[in-house]
Antibody, heavy 122, light 108 residues
Framework: QLQLQESGPGLVKPSETLSLTCTVS??????????WGWIRQPPGKGLEWIGS???????YYNPSLKSRVTISVDTSKNQFSLKLSSVTAADTAVYYC??????????????WGKGTTVTVSS | DIQMTQSPSSLSASVGDRVTITCRAS??????LNWYQQKPGKAPKLLIY???SLQSGVPSRFSGSGSGTDFTLTISSLQPEDFATYYC??????????FGQGTKLEIK
């Protein structure tokens, strides 16, 4: 059974780069069935898809964040990572990693990490 | 981009009530629609995928319907543990996903 765990600094200074890692257990990140994604939730607000990476390394980003986001995968460590540059207070949020699983032509996020809170403040 | 709009944004109901939450897509997404439940401090939990398929382990009082642009999530008889926030998500353009703004279901 796949499990995900986010890790990274809980406090980032404005204008710096936010870096988070999602560690996958119970299976291989090289599986061809999944997209591996990042989603965030600002305090008191809804869910925002940040971006996803396919096992092949293809990446897909939210257009509103595309210029600042990089998602990468490290198959040797069974991890995928998020980097968000030039952060501001608006990037303060709970960050989740999730698996976008597939059933026939349908995708859905059925496995989520517990989330990690990132605060942007000097 | 596909925009998802939920209504209502919040809803008060009592245990035992039948509740319906609506989600509308800005373009046709066929049946590529998922529903999630989120409780405070927790990650979202998948309830329904492909508009009407119940995720394993989810109680049968939850059901989903719709296709094209209009979708509904129905809880047939509210239980105390159902008070939470519910999100729809389109997977028509996966991996370019998008979520509705959420519907907070509160106890009346």
């Amino acid at each position: 059974q796949l499990q995900l765990q986010e890790s990274g600094p809980g406090l980032v200074k404005p204008s710096e780069t936010l870096s988070l890692t999602c560690t996958v257990s119970g299976g291989s990140i090289s599986s061809s069935s999944y997209y591996w994604g990042w989603i965030r939730q600002p305090p008191g607000k809804g869910l925002e898809w940040i971006g996803s990476i396919y096992y092949s390394g293809s990446t897909y980003y939210n257009p509103s964040l595309k210029s600042r986001v990089t998602i990468s995968v490290d198959t040797s460590k069974n991890q995928f990572s998020l980097k968000l540059s030039s952060v501001t207070a608006a990037d303060t949020a709970v960050y989740y990693c999730a698996i976008n699983n597939q059933y026939y032509y349908y995708y859905y996020m059925d496995v989520w990490g517990k989330g990690t809170t990132v605060t942007v403040s000097s | 981009d596909i925009q998802m709009t939920q209504s209502p944004s919040s809803l008060s109901a009592s245990v035992g009530d039948r509740v319906t939450i609506t989600c509308r897509a800005s373009q046709s997404i066929s049946s590529y629609l998922n529903w999630y439940q989120q409780k405070p401090g927790k990650a979202p939990k998948l309830l329904i995928y492909a508009a009407s398929s119940l995720q394993s382990g989810v109680p049968s009082r939850f059901s989903g319907s719709g296709s094209g642009t209009d979708f509904t999530l129905t809880i047939s008889s509210l239980q105390p543990e159902d008070f939470a926030t519910y999100y729809c998500q389109q997977s028509y353009s996966t991996p370019q996903d998008s979520f509705g703004q959420g519907t907070k279901l509160e106890i009346k």
